[in-house]
């Protein structure tokens, strides 16, 4: 039998050497075996999803992901109450009735928009040419109570003077109320895009935005159930840390992010240039001032009865999560 060219301790040498190179590569094989985690991606319209695929910024990312579109903030925040999705965006108010409703969340990131991108729209021929001129009439809020829309409606009404009680306040979802205020059964409607910018390419007119009275913020929240979880909250961060990229890239590219948002959404063009122009897009991580933002939100809205109790933005907020990467 022939002797190995190589003397006995350094066999035993290479055994080990060669047992351990086993063993580790087996580990690379597990770990590759190891299916990826998967986060739900909750968007309303569309939004958040027409973004990501223009800008290209989830591509390659070390998750894997599917979306979950709703066409308004309530029925999103009801299906992260369930965990059918991992985290949500949505303008303040509707982050904050969704916290009173025992949604179990916490807001993780910031988005910026502007206060124009929504308001109080009547038909083209309507009478009323004020918000005073809603005395004794019926106005409709999308999407629920709770929503960006209410507060900037309760916010005209009170600039005004017109109290609310003089006003008939009901809620139905956007595209409901998008097809009747198209077929001329709603007067009043106090809606956010893309509906309102739809409604406005339909001849209807403003009679107030939500410039001097909404924010202009939106947020992106976080099950605390994924949270929870190492591997889930690692994927959100990465998700966090593509969306302010695609965020960059939105602002930098303007056009080609509403030919996108126009494809996903088969809009007209015209009508997604206004809706992405004022977008939130810009996404970075929950500043002092933001949460000092939202809280006033929130004291007003218990005040003027939108939310049935005061919500303490710092107790649903989490600022360590996300630290946006350079």
Do not use: C
Request: hydrophobic share 45%; net charge positive; aromatic share 8%.
């Amino acid at each position: 039998m022939t002797s190995l060219p190589f003397p006995k301790a350094s066999r035993r040498d290479w055994f080990k050497q060669g047992a351990a190179l086993s063993l580790a590569a087996a580990g690379s094989l597990r770990a590759l075996a190891q299916p990826q985690t998967t986060l739900v991606l909750g968007d309303q319209a569309g939004g958040l999803r027409s973004l990501f695929e223009a800008s290209r910024t989830l591509e390659g990312a070390p998750f894997a992901y599917r979306w979950a579109n709703f066409q308004g903030a309530a029925p999103l925040f009801e299906a992260q109450r369930s965990a059918a999705v991992d985290t949500a965006m949505a303008g303040d108010l509707p982050v904050l009735a969704a916290a009173v409703g025992k949604t179990p969340l916490k807001i993780v990131a910031t988005r910026v928009g502007k206060a124009d991108s929504l308001g109080i729209v009547v038909q083209p021929d309507s009478p009323l040419r004020s918000v005073a001129d809603l005395r004794g009439k019926t106005v409709i809020v999308s999407s629920a109570r709770g929503s960006i829309s209410q507060y900037q409606l309760y916010g005209a009404l009170e600039e005004a003077g017109v109290p609310r009680s003089e006003v008939t306040v009901k809620f139905v979802l956007p595209t409901d109320a998008a097809s009747a205020f198209a077929s001329k059964q709603i007067d009043a409607w106090a809606i956010f895009d893309p509906y309102y910018t739809i409604a406005l390419q339909q001849g209807g007119r403003i009679l107030r935005d939500g410039r001097g009275i909404n924010t202009a913020l939106g947020f992106i929240t976080a099950s605390e159930h994924s949270l929870a979880d190492p591997a889930r909250r690692a994927a959100i961060v990465q998700f966090l840390d593509r969306l302010a990229r695609a965020g960059d890239w939105a602002l930098a590219n303007p056009e080609a992010y509403a030919q996108a948002y126009s494809q996903l959404t088969r809009l007209p063009i015209e009508s997604s240039r206004i809706i992405t122009a004022r977008a939130s897009v810009a996404g970075r991580p929950v500043s002092e001032a933001d949460i000092v933002a939202l809280q006033a939100v929130a004291d007003r809205s218990a005040r003027d009865g939108i939310l049935p109790v005061r919500v303490d933005v710092r107790a649903i907020t989490d600022t360590s999560v996300w630290k946006r990467t350079a």
